[in-house]
């Protein structure tokens, strides 16, 4: 049975896991969070790292995530970097490519410029 990343639920242990591929490890299951994230070992500054699985827009994961990737967190940051599934590092806008980020700023006045004058 694979595990369920809509309802984070992974019974079987089936969840990706980022060691030999995230940057920051060894990671470890954090017992005190839902499935697919881990810890990583205590840094010398406190705290532990977080690499946390983040599915695909399919499996529940955000909008536009065409792919499942990992995400870390250091403590005192906000979630910064972000990995494919494979360790390569990707940007927010490659993890969530599907989506359209491509929107018209209503709130800006320079778009007006851009529609076509109306013939009277």
């Known amino acids: 049975m694979l595990g369920d990343p809509v309802n984070f639920v992974d019974p079987t242990g089936e969840f990706p896991d ?8 060894p990671w470890s299951p954090n017992p005190e ?42 403590p005192g940051e906000g979630w910064g970097q972000r990995y494919d599934m494979n360790g390569k590092p990707i940007t927010p806008n490659e993890a969530h490519s599907g989506s359209n980020r491509t929107k018209i700023p209503f709130g800006n006045p320079w778009w007006w410029f851009l529609l076509p004058t109306p013939a009277y």
């Open 33 to 74: 969070n839902r499935p697919g994230n881990y810890l990583g070992p205590k840094l010398s500054t406190g705290g532990k790292a977080q690499c946390q699985y983040v599915p695909s827009e399919t499996n529940g994961g955000p909008s536009g995530a065409q792919e499942p990737y990992w995400k870390t967190q250091y």
């Open 18 to 25: 980022p060691n030999g591929k995230v940057p920051g490890g």
